[in-house]
Nanobody, 117 residues
Framework: QVQLVESGGGLVQPGGSLRLSCAAS????????MGWYRQGPGKQRELVAA???????NYADSVKGRFTISRDNAKNTVYLQMNNLKPEDTAVYYC???????????WGQGTQVIVSS
């Protein structure tokens, strides 16, 4: 059974930081492309950051220079370090695992991030 379990969300003031974690089980984690997506109030889900099995990363323009995605294959965990948070970063953040050249695609349950003073 595949599970992606996010943690680390919460309420933070503008300019603050949070680190999200996503622990995966039931997949060959080292082969997965791991991503973080978010869905803000009244908005569509969007890609925030992704990291390939080889460690290559890409980011949404809105978070470049503020967010960092990383992975620990020994712990089957992907992280999203979020710095200098802004109110527009408020959203439910979802972990995603996919495998190139396959339709396989898994989602976590999401973790809420609220940026407010």
């Amino acid at each position: 059974q595949v599970q992606l379990v996010e943690s680390g969300g919460g309420l933070v003031q503008p300019g603050g930081s949070l680190r999200l974690s996503c622990a995966a089980s039931g997949i060959i984690f080292s082969r997965a492309v791991m991503g973080w997506y978010r869905q803000g109030p009244g908005k569509q889900r969007e890609l925030v950051a992704a990291i390939t099995s080889g460690g290559s990363t890409n980011y949404a323009d809105s978070v470049k220079g503020r967010f960092t995605i990383s992975r620990d294959n020994a712990k089957n965990t992907v992280y999203l370090q979020m710095n200098n948070l802004k109110p527009e970063d408020t959203a439910v953040y979802y972990c995603n695992a996919r495998f190139d050249a396959t339709p396989i695609n898994y989602w976590g349950q999401g973790t809420q991030v609220i940026v407010s003073s």
